[in-house]
């Protein structure tokens, strides 16, 4: 599986915002995707990136997660 979130992150400049999202053409569904708030709330921790906001469906499952690369 691929890390979505280190993907978007390495495309980032320093002090832009983004969505991180599934992406159905790279092979990424929802129920997968859960896998990226863990990998975001890593880079988080790490200080490279605030999280701005998580999009959850009425399910509970993550849809989109908005960050904000500091570093």
């Not at 490279?48 to 904000?68: F, N, P, S």
């Amino acid at each position: 599986m691929r890390d979505v979130a280190k993907e978007v992150y390495e495309k980032m400049k320093v002090g832009s915002v983004a969505w991180i999202r599934p992406v159905a053409a790279k092979g990424d569904t929802l129920p997968l995707f859960q896998a990226a708030h863990d990998s975001v709330k890593q880079l988080a921790e790490e200080g490279l990136i605030t999280i701005g906001e998580v999009k959850r469906q009425e399910d509970g499952l993550i849809e989109a997660i908005r960050i904000h690369r500091l570093a």
